[in-house]
């Protein structure tokens, strides 16, 4: 399976991430970073630098959470599912 995405960076700091299923925007530096899903999600995370520790936690829903939320299916992804069921039953 192929991903198609395209990573655009503004600074070391400011990262856009544009991809059919999830598209996010990094905000941070070495150690700390958040992450904004599309779709009202976060990620946090927390880390020492050079050393590969690190904590993250999710925020969607009003709450923290340690699992990611659910990818819910892009509006490409809608329309193809449509256009398939039509496929099928016409």
């Not at 960076?9 to 544009?18: D, E, H, I, P």
């Not at 599309?38 to 946090?44: E, F, H, K, S, W």
């Not at 992804?77 to 069921?85: A, G, L, P, R, S």
Request: net charge positive; aromatic share 16%; charged share 15%.
């Amino acid at each position: 399976m192929f991903r198609i995405q395209r990573k655009i960076s503004f600074g070391r700091a400011l990262k856009v991430n544009v991809s059919k299923s999830r598209p996010t925007v990094t905000f941070g530096v070495p150690g700390f970073r958040v992450t904004w899903y599309a779709g009202n999600a976060y990620r946090i995370t927390l880390g020492i630098s050079g050393t590969g520790l690190f904590w993250s936690w999710w925020w969607y829903d009003g709450g923290f959470s340690k699992v990611p939320p659910p990818i819910q299916p892009s509006i490409l992804t809608k329309v193809m599912q449509h256009i398939n069921e039509e496929q099928n039953h016409g």
